[in-house]
């Protein structure tokens, strides 16, 4: 069956970074998009960084700059690096494969992670 599963994520005082990785199985890893979002509490879930087939990124305006997505298709794995953290970006993030193009809509997604909790503090 399908599996996405987030790790990496963790506590971290603001300016500080994390590298979260999310590992895929189950499915053509290579043909899809992927995706972070994230979703803190009390607010809808925002697409964060995809990544396509062909290896284009595409970020949110609020993390451009300070995170990067990247994948490893022979390990099936997503990461993405996340540095100069701010309290803002205090989340659950998930991971999300996508057969039906690579933008930041959820209803796009086929797949989706449990999530991992990032907390920022000041």
């Known amino acids: 069956q399908v599996q996405l599963v987030e790790s990496g994520g963790g506590s971290v005082q603001a300016g500080g970074f994390l590298k979260l990785s999310c590992a895929a199985s189950?499915?053509?890893?290579?043909?899809?998009?992927m995706s972070w979002f994230r979703q803190a509490p009390g607010k809808e879930r925002e697409g964060v960084a995809s990544?396509?087939?062909?290896?284009?990124?595409t970020y949110a305006d609020s993390v451009k700059g300070r995170f990067t997505i990247s994948k490893d298709n022979a390990k099936r794995t997503l990461y993405l690096q996340m540095n100069s953290l701010t309290p803002d970006d205090t989340a659950m993030y998930y991971c999300?494969?996508?057969?039906?193009?690579?933008?930041?809509?959820?209803?796009?997604?086929?797949?989706w992670g449990q999530g991992t909790q990032v907390t920022v503090s000041s």
């Open positions: 189950g499915y053509t890893y290579s043909s899809y998009c």
């Open positions: 990544i396509d087939s062909n290896g284009s990124t």
């Open positions: 999300a494969a996508s057969s039906r193009g690579c933008f930041f809509a959820s209803a796009n997604y086929d797949y």
